[in-house]
């Protein structure tokens, strides 16, 4: 199988509201099954969305929506970490609140490991404002984000059921250097914060049936990644066509018609 460049994929072991959910599904290293309903001609376009192509679907100069930050407690919290399984899953953490203008709010768990309460909010304050240029129903239903210390080369993974993301700060890093961190953000929220509600839906299956084809091979990996992956290049298609190039842009639509109508039923915001 093709190793997808970057393995982000749902948690292995997460709990929400004190009990541990199922494991639903290993990272995207661990031998998925291929997508099933679309035997095609046309192959992917692309790698990957965020690190197997040079778009800025987001750029660091968007608008953001983020108001302010406001320290709420060092404290417990369900930091999952698939560095290793085994460890606590219940760990410190300075826990902060992004207020968003648009009256959404994301809470932020910084791993105590980060030694201070400025510095943990030196790191939040990496995110606040990227966050910001999210959707806004993704920031609906987004409930928080975790920051593990360190991790360059661990990859965020997101779980949709709990509706949370996890990121590695060291990794966040290299994505920030290559102006990589929106469209990872935007990738990982797309599980966490949509995907439990839209995934199941007709209009969805039958527009990928219809397809036909992958928009790139990291969305051939497994369905999930399919929905995360056309939700970048369709968001931007929609709210920022001139970020392509015209002859990529209409290599896109030819590609994935069907996904991106579906789409635009869902960015309506
Ligand atoms: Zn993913």
């Known amino acids: 199988m093709i190793r997808p460049l970057f393995a982000c994929g749902l948690a292995i072991v997460a709990s ?49 929506a983020f108001d302010a930050l406001r320290f709420v407690a060092l ?32 809470a932020i768990a910084v791993d105590a490991a980060f030694g201070s309460r400025p510095a943990a909010e030196q790191e939040a304050s990496r995110y606040t404002l990227r966050l910001g240029r999210l959707p806004s129903l993704y920031r609906r239903h987004l409930r928080h984000i975790v920051i593990h210390e360190g991790g360059a080369d661990t990859t965020a993974f997101a779980e949709d059921r709990g509706h949370f993301l996890v990121l590695y700060s060291g990794n966040a890093t290299r994505r920030i250097g290559t102006h990589d961190l929106e469209e990872t953000l935007f990738h990982e929220a797309t599980h ?31 369905e999930q990644e399919d929905f995360a992956e056309s939700a970048l290049f369709a968001y931007t298609l929609i709210k920022h066509p001139e970020r392509f190039p015209v002859a990529e842009r209409e290599r896109i639509e030819r590609q994935i018609p069907h996904r991106i109508d579906f789409f635009r039923t869902v960015y309506v915001d």
Do not use: C
Request: hydrophobic share 35%.
């Open 16 to 64: 929400v509201a004190g009990g541990l959910l199922p494991v639903r599904n290993g990272d995207a290293d661990a031998g998925r099954v291929a997508a099933t309903p679309t035997p095609s001609d046309r192959p992917p376009l692309y790698r990957s969305s965020v690190v197997g192509t040079d778009f800025d679907f987001i750029t660091d100069r968007d608008p953001s």
């Open 75 to 106: 404290k417990p919290f369900e930091m999952p970490d698939k560095r290793a399984n085994d460890r606590p899953l219940m760990k410190d953490a300075y826990v902060f609140a992004a207020r968003y203008r648009d009256g959404t709010t994301v």
């Open 192 to 222: 966490a914060a949509i995907q439990q509600q839209y995934l199941p839906r007709a209009a969805w299956k039958t527009a990928r049936t219809r397809d036909g084809a992958f928009v790139t091979h990291y969305a051939e990996t497994d």
